[in-house]
Nanobody, 129 residues
Framework: VQLQASGGGLVQAGRSLRLSCAAS????????IVWFRQAPGKEQEGISC????????YYADSMKGRFTVSSDNAKNTVYLQMDSLKPEDTAVYSC???????????????????????WGKGTQVTVSS
């Protein structure tokens, strides 16, 4: 099982970035892919979820409006489009996967990072002012 986040970098405030999460080694449609971020000295913060089976999405309230999650099931890849970036968005962004058989709502998954089955290595996003 492998999850690989990519696409991070250094960007000026107000610009956009698109992160990718490439998944392999498991049946994509049986999992929910979740994006988290962790800023220095802070806990993991849930951003959004997307269902690998039907594309249903869910966002943390604080992430609505500037962040958009999508997927390409043919490529087993999930994307996180981040617009109007702010310095406070600086963090390591990671993707994780949890089986739908866990039966948790997306709201619960975003609030409880320890429920994830698999984690990928994160990608650093740094937003300069």
């Amino acid at each position: 099982v492998q999850l690989q986040a990519s696409g991070g970098g250094l960007v000026q405030a107000g610009r956009s970035l698109r992160l990718s999460c490439a998944a392999s080694g498991f049946t994509f449609a049986d999992y929910v892919i979740v994006w988290f971020r962790q800023a220095p000295g802070k806990e993991q913060e849930g951003i959004s979820c997307i269902s690998g089976s039907d594309g249903t999405t869910y966002y943390a309230d604080s992430m609505k409006g500037r962040f958009t999650v999508s997927s390409d099931n043919a490529k087993n890849t999930v994307y996180l489009q981040m617009d109007s970036l702010k310095p406070e968005d600086t963090a390591v962004y990671s993707c994780a996967a949890v089986s739908v058989s866990a039966g948790q709502t997306m709201e619960v998954l975003l609030r409880n990072y320890y429920l994830m089955d698999y984690w990928g290595k994160g990608t650093q996003v740094t937003v300069s002012s």
